[in-house]
């Protein structure tokens, strides 16, 4: 069968290389893709937001399923075009992709349904987002109520910071139109974990689970990035929080979303706080996370076509989705001064070293080829994935395996995975 995935990050090449190993698969295209992900597809030069141009594609080569890695074209509906044209598609309709593309929407679902997550209030205006401020308990925590590419995010310690945070956000319209609306919570503490589900209308299906590290910095300081590395599984995720998540999180989740009409088919991303109370949602994604795909898919066994057929046709109950019983961490290689600014075009060394090694896998986040030779061509440049028997082998040989890779400017946190040393 022929398979188009749509996205051009470390995700969307985790995904390639996963789909890759279907014995089912004859035939990848992913629009728009990456140097890495060449090596599996066939990249096509369509944008991920060019829903009519991907359908015809999709039509005039006879695809036989589209995957969307993205969260932008998820929100915007691209499911619903393809349904309408009669093509079939792995991933949300718009009307369920909302779950990720509002805040708002995702935090009344919650409260609506009893489902855990941090006590809010939604404003759409600024000047009652200021008022609620003067009562407010500190640190608290400011939302855009939209997509943000992860940024749209604030921590305020004071209420000066907060009352900026709302200017920023809802005045100055820093998020764009994200800023319509806004979420203000509760700051919660406690251990971040993220769990990728799989779910078909009814039936969900959590994969293994994972952490991410959002600061640029070790040790979490500094700004918050996309995601500077990832290890799987979290040894935090114990049987007893996975049971109480699947009973009052998981499965609640997705019978309010098929309650609301909103029928949820694709991925469903849990970011969960584990809090002296339990476990809390911080919030929901309607798509593989980026870098958690790059640890999460390495270490699954089922053949993820099956997984996807499932989902679309509902029959994801009849599926026994398998996890090696190893780990896997990947440290994402970074252009120095990302996610400020950063110079990009140098030339990559090594990438070769990775071919044929089992275990061991580099994802490209930001490259690009030049004259035939692959270049630096974003903040995050690649990911660098090892596994492991345990998390602490597996750590071993990401950092080890950093190393055969060279550019000039590369940067990378020294301490991802370090929380491992706590569990
Ligand atoms: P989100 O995009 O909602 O996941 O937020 C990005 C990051 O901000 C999360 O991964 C957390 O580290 C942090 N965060 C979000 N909401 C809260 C909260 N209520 N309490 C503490 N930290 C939060
Ligand atoms: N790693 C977080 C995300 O994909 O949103």
Redesign the pocket.
Same mark, same amino acid.
């Given at each position: 069968m022929k398979v188009l995935i749509v996205g051009s990050g470390g995700r969307e090449h985790a995904i390639a290389w996963k789909v890759a190993q279907s014995p089912k698969v004859d035939k990848i295209y992913c629009a728009p893709g990456n140097a890495g992900i060449e090596e599996y597809a066939e990249c096509v030069d369509i944008k991920a937001m060019e829903f009519d141009r991907l359908a015809a594609f999709a039509k005039e080569h006879q695809v036989d399923l589209t995957v969307i890695g993205m969260d932008d074209p998820l929100v915007g509906g691209i499911v619903d075009v393809f349904e309408a044209e009669g093509l079939r598609v792995f991933g949300p309709r718009r009307n369920a992709a909302i779950l990720e593309g509002s805040?708002a929407f995702s935090k009344d679902l919650m409260k609506k349904y009893s489902i855990p997550t941090?006590a809010y209030e939604n404003f759409t205006d600024a000047q009652s987002a200021l008022d609620y401020l003067e009562t407010a308990k500190f640190p608290i925590?400011l #939302?855009a109520d939209g997509l943000a590419l @992860?940024k @749209?995010?604030l921590?305020c310690n004071t209420i000066a910071e907060a009352r900026d945070g709302v200017r920023e956000i809802m005045t100055d319209k820093k998020f764009g139109s994200a800023g319509n609306c806004m979420v203000i919570?509760?700051?919660?503490?406690g251990r971040?974990v993220s769990v990728l589900t799989y779910v078909d209308g009814k039936t969900i299906k959590p994969m293994t689970s994972a952490q991410?590290h #959002?600061r640029a910095g070790d040790g979490d300081t500094g700004l918050?990035t996309g995601g500077m590395g990832t290890f799987s599984p979290s040894p935090f995720y114990t049987d007893e929080v996975d049971a109480f998540c699947r009973k009052y999180i998981y499965q609640p989740t997705v019978d309010a979303m098929a309650a609301e009409g909103r029928e949820f088919k694709g991925i469903i991303f849990f @970011?969960l706080?584990l809090t002296a109370d339990g476990p809390k949602v911080?919030?929901y994604n309607a798509r593989f996370g980026d870098p958690e795909a790059q640890v999460v898919l390495p270490r699954m066994k089922t053949d993820i076509i099956d997984v996807f057929n499932a989902c679309i046709d509902g029959t994801l109950d009849q599926v026994d989705l398998q996890f090696e019983d190893n780990a896997a961490v990947c440290v994402v290689l970074a252009s120095e001064g990302y996610p400020v600014s950063y110079k990009k075009g140098f030339p990559i060394h090594g990438l070769e070293t990775f071919r044929d090694m089992d275990g061991y896998y580099v994802f490209h986040a930001g490259t690009a080829k030049h004259d035939g030779e692959i270049v630096t061509n974003g903040g995050r440049v690649l990911g660098v994935t090892a596994k492991g028997s345990d998390l602490k082998e597996a750590r071993k040989n990401a950092y080890e395996a950093i190393d055969w890779i060279s550019f000039e400017n590369k940067y990378y946190r020294n301490d991802i995975g370090k929380a491992i040393d706590e569990a």
């Open positions: 805040k941090a925590v #939302k @992860g @749209g995010v921590i919570e509760e700051f919660m503490t971040e991410d #959002k918050n @970011g706080m911080l919030e």
